[in-house]
């Protein structure tokens, strides 16, 4: 059982921080930042979740009813990500790229210890608890003073796909689309560092300090990390009501207000960018039809354009409500992955992407996020985000674009170049 105390914090900023460096003492962590960033579909500003009670990790074989029956039999807050390689789970599909991460496809686990703030209101609900053990954590994380983060190796950055080779995938993968065989493909690289040593809290806390985005996430399973600064959303559940806002549209910030807006003008009427957008939102319409109440599926906002520091980005929101029939893991399951990270139609780009991309995406392009008691659930997907393996002392990070029959293949790198350059300033790239 979970009892909730409640806590009002001065500072929740300065809290928020000092929670993440107390955590790092746990295996298991999960730190969920909306960085403040308006929404109108939020629960919490900040999620954090700690200390495996039970847990599930699995490879992508029958992945999905293993994680329905785990989360309707423990029936509590249960935390964790799927990896875009569930997606041979569902289809026909095989993963045999380079892995230099070696996550597991999926892993969820049970918190002994929960965070949930709204505002300056902290709740805290540890499992089987007793009040000493929360005001003793409570004072402990208060006390903390020192934030700094430490001085490491800058990093010397390697490139998976060459600009000459990548130029030449894309021009494979438009000769795909001006056959018919499909209408847009997201293609992604990836860029690594080996016999690279971080500090996953330090890196998390620069890159998160300089994207503020509303999906930030810190997780860390043993010697496995995502430092993620994600502006999107893949899926929410909230009571029947299902939402999804997939990105697709991307365009530069600028340090002068006018050319800064005109950036964000010229995207909200590029006819590229809004094309790619409306495939996607067609391919998430047809995906949450599949658990949908017959005729509940809409478009709420349409290729909306919104501001984060790096950079202005394209959003559209669908909802629908969910069938009865349905568990609430059925809908992941119909819906993933997400089709702004994939293309359309979804299975023939995802036979695609596998052909021409280099790296096997793993919990890149996956989705991170939880389970309430009552079913509900809030997914982001990972983008804009290092993943590291302490052990084999990897670390990498991919980024994509959406490929058209609109798309100038030195463009599309021009925009990978852009979505990198949070990530290789955080590493500190020497390359």
């Excluded at 423990?74 to 790229?97: A, P, Q, R």
Aim: proline content about 3%.
């Amino acid at each position: 059982m979970r009892t909730s105390i409640y806590k009002l914090v001065d500072n929740p900023k300065l809290f928020k921080k000092q929670l993440l460096y107390w955590s790092q003492q746990f295996r298991e962590i999960i730190y969920l930042d909306s960085n403040d960033y308006p929404q109108v579909y939020s629960s919490y500003d900040c999620v954090v979740a700690v200390d495996a009670f039970t847990s599930i990790k699995t490879d992508f074989h029958n992945a999905f009813e293993d994680l329905k029956q785990y989360q309707q039999t423990s029936k509590d807050w249960l935390f964790g990500y799927l990896s875009y390689d569930l997606k041979n789970n569902t289809e026909s599909l095989f993963s045999k790229n380079f892995d230099g991460l070696d996550f597991p496809d999926l892993f969820f686990f049970q918190p002994k210890k929960l965070f949930l703030f709204k505002g300056n209101q902290l709740e805290i609900k540890y499992l089987n608890f007793c009040d000493d053990e929360v005001e003793a954590d409570f004072e402990e994380i208060e006390q903390i003073s020192d934030l700094a983060n430490s001085k490491e190796e800058k990093l010397i950055i390697q490139q998976r796909i060459s600009k000459k080779d990548y130029i030449s995938k894309v021009s494979k993968a438009l000769e795909h689309i001006h056959r018919g065989d499909i209408y847009e493909l997201n293609f992604c690289l990836e860029f690594f560092a080996e016999n690279a040593t971080i500090n996953p809290f330090g890196k998390f806390s620069l890159l998160n300090e300089i994207s503020q985005p509303p999906f930030a996430t810190f997780f860390k399973n043993n010697k496995h990390f995502l430092l993620s600064a994600t502006p999107e959303r893949y899926l929410r559940k909230d009571g029947e009501r299902i939402i999804s806002q997939p990105i697709k549209g991307t365009a530069k910030r600028f340090a002068d207000p006018l050319e800064d807006q005109n950036s964000k003008n010229q995207l909200a009427s590029d006819p590229k960018e809004r094309s790619e957008n409306i495939m996607i939102t067609d391919l998430v319409r047809n995906d949450l039809s599949k658990t949908a109440q017959k005729g509940s599926v809409e478009v709420t906002e349409l290729c909306g354009v919104y501001s984060f520091l790096q950079v202005h980005q394209m959003i559209t929101t669908i909802t629908s409500k969910q069938d009865s029939q349905y568990a609430a893991v059925d809908v992941i399951k119909t819906t993933f992955p997400m089709g702004s990270m994939t293309g359309a139609p979804k299975i023939a780009a995802m036979k695609i992407i596998e052909e021409l991309e280099e790296t096997k995406r793993g919990l890149y392009s996956g989705a991170v996020g939880y389970f309430t008691p009552d079913g509900d659930f809030d997914f982001n997907v990972v983008i804009r985000s290092i993943l590291y393996n302490q052990e084999q002392k990897y670390v990498s990070f991919s980024v994509g674009s959406a490929i058209t029959s609109l798309s100038i293949p030195e463009k599309e790198y021009e925009e990978c170049l852009l979505k990198a350059k949070a990530m290789r300033e955080v590493l500190g790239d020497l390359a």
